[in-house]
């Protein structure tokens, strides 16, 4: 499958599946990649086409040609027009940009991100909510909320990043704005491996290589008990997932 999914008459993203791995590449580089409604139309498309999609089993996501990775949301066209909305239509457009996130979680496929230069806002969400984070030395991540007068938790950065490094410096950054640049981001346990830039996609590719040789059942379950675990309120009921996906699993095979 080679095909680009959108909605839009200027493709935001480029989407392609080959031997199993999808390449997702963020196409509005005069934008850094910037979010508008096509932006968020089209993702909400692809993440539901993923959902039931055999064919694609790990997803790559990139930044493409743009300077940065992804700046957030784009400011100078639709923040203004989301402010000109009624309550409630404003108040849609920011779910609608929220829910992203948990349509990457929910998907089956594992998603690993590979993140040049800036990394803001959204595209700081896009980061956590992906599985793994491949980052270019150039990486830098703010929760560029608190920094343009709105709260510093938005785009499930609050959910997110705490699980990811930790409450105390979850706190620093979304309170703050700073950047977290590729080694601090190495050293907390965001990033999973820090390359150079022209190394990030061969990186990814080895780790989706390895991932679609694995059973695609146990990927998949692999995915769902992590998410849930994060969630579970204990040990037991954490065991109790892990054991059903173990027994459904050792009776699949024994099927074949």
Same mark, same amino acid.
């Given at each position: 499958m080679d095909t680009t999914k959108?909605?839009?008459?200027?493709?935001?993203?480029k989407f392609r599946t080959k031997a199993g791995i999808g390449y997702l590449t963020l196409d509005r580089p005069a934008t850094y990649n910037a979010f508008d409604h096509s932006m968020v139309k089209a993702f909400e498309t692809l993440l539901r086409e993923?959902?039931?999609?055999?064919?694609?089993?790990?997803?790559?996501?990139?930044? =493409?040609?743009a300077k940065g990775?992804? &700046?957030?949301?784009?400011?100078k066209i639709y923040a203004p027009q989301i402010f000109k909305m009624t309550p409630i239509k404003a108040y849609n457009a920011q779910v609608r940009m929220s829910r992203l996130f948990l349509g990457m979680r929910q998907i089956p496929q594992p998603i690993i991100a590979c993140v040049h230069g800036a990394a803001a806002g959204i595209g700081f969400?896009? &980061?956590? &909510?992906?599985?793994?984070r491949i980052? &270019?030395?150039d990486a830098r991540f703010s929760a560029a909320y608190i920094?343009?007068?709105l709260g510093g938790a938005d785009m499930a950065s609050s959910y997110f990043l705490p699980r990811l490094i930790g409450a105390g410096r979850a706190y620093e950054y979304l309170l703050t704005g700073n950047w977290m640049d590729a080694k601090t981001s190495l050293d907390l346990g965001f990033a999973s491996?820090?390359? =150079?830039?022209e190394e990030m996609i061969k990186t990814a590719e080895t780790l989706a290589k390895t991932m679609v040789e694995k059973n695609p059942m146990g990927i998949r379950m692999t995915k769902e008990a992590i998410n849930c675990n994060l969630d579970c309120p204990g040990l037991e009921a954490a065991l109790?997932?892990?054991?059903r996906n173990q027994i459904m699993m050792s009776y699949t095979y024994r099927m074949k």
């Open positions: 959108t909605n839009s008459e200027t493709p935001p993203f993923l959902r039931y999609d055999e064919e694609t089993r790990v997803v790559i996501l990139d930044g =493409g040609d990775f992804c &700046a957030g949301l784009d400011t969400s896009l &980061a956590m &909510a992906s599985d793994l980052l &270019a030395e920094n343009i007068g491996r820090v390359v =150079g830039k109790n997932m892990e054991d």
